[in-house]
């Protein structure tokens, strides 16, 4: 089944910046709001933001003023950038569509914020 494929994360020092990638077939972004979510082990996998069809965008409380998220149709591409960041932000950041549908998950990319 298709799967989308994120990339960017990596290990940053508190107050850095990532700035995260998703791919996935064009007809999946042209189609649907998008979302990034992000798991801790042992923790149930949360929303952090997602965008609309129109751009509109919502973000999670934890992260609002720091995370913007932002969409590429013609590049079949979501991102996350992510600023100013924090120990708490630890975790795998996936991608999918808004709603999440199970056939769309992938692997995710870790991104790991130390003090």
């Known amino acids: 089944q298709v799967q989308l494929v994120e990339s960017g994360g990596g290990l940053v020092q508190a107050g850095g910046s990532l700035r995260l990638s998703c791919a996935a077939p064009g007809s999946i972004f042209s189609g649907n709001p998008m979302g990034w979510y992000r798991q801790v082990p042992g923790k149930q996998r949360e929303l952090v933001a997602f965008i609309n069809r129109d751009g509109s965008t919502n973000y999670a409380n934890s992260v609002k003023g720091r995370f913007a998220i932002s969409r590429d149709n013609a590049k079949n591409t979501l991102y996350l950038q992510m600023n100013s960041l924090k120990p708490e932000d630890t975790a795998v950041y996936y991608c999918?569509?808004?709603?999440?549908?199970?056939?769309?998950w992938g692997q995710g990319t870790q991104v790991t914020v130390s003090s």
């Open positions: 999918n569509t808004y709603p999440p549908r199970r056939d769309y």
